[in-house]
């Protein structure tokens, strides 16, 4: 019986000391990854699952050449980070790179790359709409049911912990 109380208290105290994980992760590209565009757009825009940090995110975007097109200016706007844009004119693949910060949480590090292709025959008429991201719609059913799991487990514990103690209290 012994054992089997510090079997479950050893168990216990492991799910008890775990903490859950925070990872953040990617939401929404604007321009969408893997995109072809024929209007060279004016900022990139990164939506994040965990608000990012105000300081310390880095966003650049490079031409086929390798060469940096984005201004350097970025805004923190809740979970998009904003980076403003050179205007490109120079058609092919433009690779995004990022490093986004959010509190108590391993940075976001990844790529991801665009297509612009320049038309030759530009009309007057034609006008830039800025496009806002679009979210991604997923189901939270899995992690509902890790965290009722872990939340009926720990509740398990405490009942046999609590029985252990009052057991031994009572032999004394």
Not at 40 to 53: K, N, R
């Amino acid at each position: 019986m012994k054992r089997f109380a510090a079997l479950i208290g050893a168990i216990g105290i492991s799910v008890l000391m775990t903490a859950p994980a925070l990872a953040n992760s990617l939401v929404a590209t604007s321009p969408i990854a893997g995109a072809t565009l024929k209007v060279a757009p004016s900022a990139v825009t990164i939506t994040v699952e965990i608000t990012p940090m105000d300081m310390g995110n880095e966003i650049t975007v490079t031409d086929p050449g390798g060469r940096r097109v984005d201004d350097g200016t970025l805004t923190v706007a809740e979970n998009d980070i904003i980076i403003g844009m050179k205007p490109i004119t120079e058609s092919g693949a433009y690779k995004v790179s990022y490093n986004i910060i959010s509190e108590m949480d391993v940075p976001l590090v990844g790529s991801f790359i665009f297509n612009f292709s320049s038309s030759t025959i530009s009309t007057p008429e034609e006008q830039v709409v800025p496009s806002t991201p679009t979210k991604v719609q997923g189901s939270d059913f899995g992690t509902n049911l890790f965290v009722i799991g872990l939340l009926v487990a720990s509740f398990t514990v405490l009942i046999t912990l609590a029985l252990y103690a009052r057991k031994i209290f009572k032999e004394r």
